[in-house]
């Protein structure tokens, strides 16, 4: 079965900000009944592991990239765009929550 290219990607930057990142991750999912949807959690280096927890509790359904270091969130943003696969690009802040 060929996988059907998202039609809108995602890209959040993170740093020790797991609890805001799931609030706004849950929001996005909710605000979509697409399956071309990608979300592309990038963490900029958090010395707590949010993406463990991230990966945890989203599975699949998330992307994430982990940086060795908090490089800023240009070079963040630019890593999770060369991952995204969509035909649109959103690049959210990670305390943003989307509404239907």
Same mark, same amino acid.
């Given at each position: 079965?060929?996988?059907? =290219?998202p039609k809108?990607?995602?890209?959040?930057?993170?740093?020790? /900000?797991?609890?805001?990142?799931?609030a706004? !991750?849950?929001? !996005?999912l %909710?605000?979509?009944?697409s399956?071309?949807l990608e979300? !592309?959690?990038? +963490?900029? /280096?958090?010395?707590n592991? +949010?993406? %463990?927890v991230?990966?945890?509790?989203?599975?699949?359904?998330i992307?994430v990239i982990?940086l +060795? =270091?908090n490089?800023?969130?240009?070079k963040?943003?630019?890593? /999770?765009?060369?991952?995204?696969?969509?035909?649109?690009?959103a690049?959210? +802040?990670?305390d943003?929550?989307?509404?239907k």
């Amino acid at each position: 079965m060929k996988k059907t =290219k998202p039609k809108l990607s995602v890209v959040i930057v993170t740093y020790n /900000g797991e609890k805001y990142t799931s609030a706004s !991750i849950r929001s !996005i999912l %909710a605000s979509s009944s697409s399956t071309q949807l990608e979300v !592309i959690i990038v +963490d900029n /280096g958090s010395p707590n592991k +949010d993406t %463990a927890v991230l990966k945890k509790k989203f599975g699949n359904k998330i992307t994430v990239i982990t940086l +060795d =270091k908090n490089y800023g969130p240009s070079k963040a943003r630019n890593e /999770g765009s060369k991952r995204a696969q969509g035909e649109y690009l959103a690049f959210l +802040d990670n305390d943003t929550l989307v509404h239907k």
